[in-house]
């Protein structure tokens, strides 16, 4: 975007604004469970949210990822008071 010419700078100024309007899509990784518990076993992992078997969570570093459950773990979380 040229500024310079718009405002009378003289200069054409180049607005690096552009690149902060388009929102950044954030790419989700897909892993496998047991990769999930080893992640979250040495304390990798901000959060986790659990829909049904399939879990999704951020890693501190802010990756996203999604994993699913085995039938068993979802059954064993459902049964915990």
Known sequence: ML???VH???LPLF???CCFLVPRR????TL?????IAELDNGKIEEVTFQGSKVFGR???HR???TVAPRSEVRAEMRVP
């Open 3 to 5: 500024l310079g010419a």
């Open 8 to 10: 009378g700078f003289g």
């Open 15 to 17: 607005s690096p604004a």
């Open 26 to 29: 954030l790419t989700q990784e």
């Open 32 to 36: 496998p469970y047991s990769r999930f």
């Open 59 to 61: 890693f501190k570093d």
């Open 64 to 66: 996203v990822f999604e």
